[in-house]
């Protein structure tokens, strides 16, 4: 809707409703209920067009045409506001249970859950067996209400005893294999670290690596007993961090900033200066990634001369929470003045230690005006 027209949000959390209001003659009013005060379902209703927002089976949209009377209009507003919201869902349940609408499942048809719950495996297990199904058998699955009146789709009995039958001839994992998160809990190191060191041997030694249903009767990647052996060999070696290196988290402490903007420098050395990074021990004996002289000294100077935002300049996160709109409206206002204000723009380290960019206060306050001005009208 906002990617095609100019709307203007307003979010009203007490009633967990959003309004969107297009001042343009002729377009409609739309006013979303049921929405929580969540950015990415926000962003999600400002990308949907006016079409797909009205015939939407997810929200529950009330669209109202300018009558030609503020007062009339102010009044419409308002008793649709204050009307009780029922989300579609419960909605949903009250009409199969008025009218009975879906069937009860025949005699061995079940669901995924069902299935899977059976067999004490995962329903991912499951959906992998099923879902080559789809296309050649599409008459295996159907929409039946649940024991608890929730409609499910449900499979077949013919699926369900395929699905038995791969379950049984799955193999179990022979003695002495492991899977990557078994020995990382082992030795006590991150799975990373555990990916890392085996995946090394895999051009030189491909039969060491072979899929089996794990404990949880999951199917995955599990590890050659000889190729166990040697990262335990690997990681009982390794020493303690000599003198200088650091972890990230460490010199993120030390400096008072994120870890996200440690990670960011650091980063773009992984391909150039692969020595600058080593496996050893910390303090309480666990195996961890530490960082090279060189690059922590890199990283102090480069966070040293990054800036924190001058007094007055806010990004566009912080102005969106002080004027209660969303994010998305404050960039597209900021957006017109790049051209002719390019010097209102700049990136500074915000509150969080994170390098992001800024508005200078003459654009603040004309976006706070542009709003404030919007709201009353």
């Excluded at 699955?141 to 449900?154: D, L, M, P, T, V």
């Amino acid at each position: 809707m906002v990617r095609k027209l100019s709307y203007l949000g307003f979010y009203l959390p007490e009633l967990k409703k959003l309004i969107l209001v297009n001042d343009e003659e002729s377009n409609a009013t739309f006013i979303i209920h049921g929405i929580e005060d969540n950015p990415e379902q926000l962003a999600k209703i400002y990308s949907t067009t006016k079409e797909e927002l009205k015939t939407s089976a997810e929200y529950k949209t009330d669209t109202l045409i300018y009558p030609g009377d503020p007062e009339q209009y102010k009044k419409r507003i308002s008793e649709i506001l204050l009307r009780p919201y029922e989300p579609k869902e419960k909605q949903k349940k009250k009409e199969r249970v008025e009218k009975n609408k879906y069937e009860q499942a025949p005699e061995g048809w079940m669901t995924i859950h069902g299935i899977a719950d059976q067999l004490g495996i995962s329903d991912k297990l499951v959906e992998t067996i099923v879902k080559k199904y789809h296309a050649t058998n599409p008459e295996w699955f159907a929409g039946y209400e649940s024991k608890i009146g929730r409609f499910y789709q449900h499979l077949h009995p013919d699926l369900v005893q395929i699905i038995r039958n791969e379950i049984t001839i799955r193999e179990k994992a022979p003695e002495g294999w492991m899977t990557g998160n078994g020995l990382s809990q082992e030795l006590m190191v991150s799975r990373i670290l555990t990916e890392k060191l085996a995946e090394k041997y895999k051009p030189t030694h491909p039969e060491w690596f072979a899929d089996y249903q794990d404990k949880m009767n999951r199917i995955n990647q599990h590890l050659h007993p000889d190729l166990v052996q040697r990262i335990r060999n690997e990681v009982i070696g390794m020493e303690k961090a000599p003198e200088g290196w650091m972890t990230k988290s460490g010199i993120a402490d030390q400096l008072g900033v994120s870890n996200e903007l440690v990670e960011t420098i650091v980063y773009k050395f992984h391909a150039t200066n692969p020595e600058w990074f080593a496996d050893y021990r910390d303090k309480i004996n666990l195996v961890r990634e530490y960082l090279h002289p060189d690059l922590v000294q890199i990283i102090r100077n480069e966070i040293t001369i990054r800036e924190k935002a001058p007094e007055g300049w806010m990004t566009g996160n912080g102005l969106s929470r002080e004027l209660m709109v969303h994010r998305i409206v404050i960039e597209k206002l900021a957006e017109k003045y790049k051209p002719t204000h390019p010097e209102w723009f700049a990136d500074y380290i915000n509150t969080r230690g994170k390098f992001s960019l800024h508005l200078h206060p003459d654009l603040v306050q004309i976006i706070r005006n542009e709003i404030s001005g919007r709201k009353k009208h």
